[in-house]
């Protein structure tokens, strides 16, 4: 039996020609992109108007098809979850990779029973902020929450559910690469942000960033370097950004400036 096309070609660039191929599958469609989509165009290949005997027929195989792409709860389920990573991802403005990571993380969550008897939404957050610790995409739990419009404890109930039922490890998060994110919104130079990477990686030799919130000490350190390049920027203004308390910056820059010994 050959498994090959139906037709040949002599050269590459007619080989290219008659090449058709679909798009590629993803872990973030339902279906993984292997079903088929019946148009609602209602007209044929040459765009003339379908008869309405051929319009009923379409509507009834249209019907049936959708039927059998989510037949089950679990296709249901994993329907409405990849619809709502879809639309976290995009307002998180997240890489495609990491998308996809996010979701393999709620198939798992699926398969293991843990999705039962709580929020889909929920669940596809959690995955969506479990995908980004793993691959140190800076995207903060208050950030995820936010956009799923989800209370920030659930979500992270459920993170903390998806760690231990799968069995997940996280590498800790480098404040050094939220600087930028930060930087970047309070519209800092870039001079600035190398002294405040300069900063972190004086405070990490003296053992300072240990067991402390990475947005928390990136704020600090672009604020304390915004002190050293004169650049006129308020603890306010940067905590905002970075979403996080006025008193954990002020805490963060005390501690940064009197262990590295930086003037006041």
């Not at 930060?182 to 130079?189: D, G, H, T, V």
């Not at 002294?195 to 972190?200: G, K, Q, T, Y």
């Not at 004169?230 to 805490?251: F, G, H, L, P, S």
Request: charge should be positive; include cysteine; proline fraction near 3%.
């Amino acid at each position: 039996m050959s498994r090959g096309p139906e037709w040949r070609a002599f050269t590459k660039e007619e080989k290219d020609e008659r090449g058709r191929v679909g798009i590629p599958t993803s872990f973030s469609i339902h279906d993984k992109g292997l079903s088929t989509v019946i148009d609602r165009v209602n007209r044929d290949a040459f765009g003339r108007q379908l008869p309405m005997e051929t319009r009923m027929e379409m509507l009834r195989l249209r019907k049936w098809q959708i039927r059998t792409r989510v037949h089950s709860s679990s296709d249901r389920n994993l329907a409405q979850a990849m619809a709502e990573l879809d639309r976290l991802t995009d307002k998180l403005h997240v890489p495609a990779n990491v998308k996809e990571s996010s979701a393999v993380v709620y198939r798992k969550a699926l398969d293991n029973g843990l999705v039962r008897g709580r929020s889909i939404a929920a669940i596809a957050a959690a995955s969506l902020y479990a995908a980004c610790r793993s691959s140190e995409t800076p995207r903060t739990l208050k950030e995820v929450a936010a956009a799923s419009r989800i209370k920030k404890k659930d979500v992270a109930r459920c993170y903390r559910l998806l760690l231990r039922e799968l069995e997940m490890s996280m590498p800790v998060e480098d404040p050094i690469r939220c600087i930028s994110k930060i930087a970047s919104r309070a519209e800092i130079s870039m001079q600035t942000q190398q002294s405040a990477i300069r900063v972190l990686k004086d405070a990490r030799k003296k053992g300072v960033v240990a067991g402390k919130d990475p947005m928390g000490l990136a704020a600090a350190a672009l604020y304390v370097a915004c002190v050293l390049e004169n650049e006129k920027k308020t603890q306010k203004e940067i905590a905002e950004i970075a979403n996080v308390t006025e008193v954990t910056v002020r805490n963060r820059y005390k501690g940064l400036k009197d262990s590295l010994g930086l003037p006041t």
